[in-house]
């Protein structure tokens, strides 16, 4: 894996076009989906930046320091996303090629990637919250409500979105290795918040309050990651096998797209990798 990790691939760069097309909806349908989220997301994103320095007792101060959060940082990831797979789908659908294929193969294996992060990041967010950080009492104010369940919940089901509605092939093994070497990088900026301001993002982080356990929860996100993106990679597995080969729906295509024969391209048939 580790002597794969830095190849982008020479076979052709999905000929299906499985990242911009559903087995279930047109690629306008899946466009206007993918822009909604992204809409919803960024709005999120930029309401709660502007609420908390209005409202928030330190002013933009609280704003700034959402950045050193895995939480906002894989929202920002999903906003970033959907508007990048929207804007693929829509070239896509307008023309029959999509933006992303006229792009370097360097940066068509980083989208690769990008997707991979997107449908793995948001569960460990969601299941970390409501398992170790939600105190057990629900919000008082309206807004922390909604900003909580936008963020550590509403993730994980437009990831979910993304592993059951587009075509999009399982991800490559090595995927495992970058997952965890961001959340490796992600540890880092939580210690280096530490030093410059002066605050553990996440208590479990902390060890002078957890001690020998800070090693233990590092470690179980770590094996939650890889746990996660294999289960991540079964359910796409099960959804083309369902989808394409139980109920033949190979995809609904743009119409000046026309794939050869696609039930019978070999990309689709042998469940080929995404490079």
Known sequence: MALQAFKFGTGPWDPTHRFETSWLLSPWALFFCRALISLYAFTTLLFVLAWQCARAATGCEASRDTFSYFTHLTYWGLAFYFLASATHTLTYARSGVPLLDRFPRPLQALHSAFYTTIVVYPFIVTIVYWAR??????????????????????????????????????????????????????????????????????????????????AAYVFGIAVGCLIIFGVVWSIIWLRKYVTETKLGKTGKFAKKDHPANAAGDVEVATDKPQE
């Open 133 to 214: 950080l939600y105190s057990g009492t629900w919000f008082a104010e309206v807004f922390a409500g909604w900003s909580n369940v936008s963020q550590h919940a509403l993730n994980s089901a437009f990831a979910l979105f993304e592993l059951l509605v587009p075509r999009t092939g399982t991800p490559p093994p090595v995927h495992m290795l970058w997952l965890v070497l961001l959340l490796a990088l992600y540890l880092a900026l939580a210690y280096v918040t530490k030093a410059s301001k002066d605050f553990y993002p996440y208590d479990f982080l902390d060890p002078k309050e957890q001690h020998g356990l800070v």
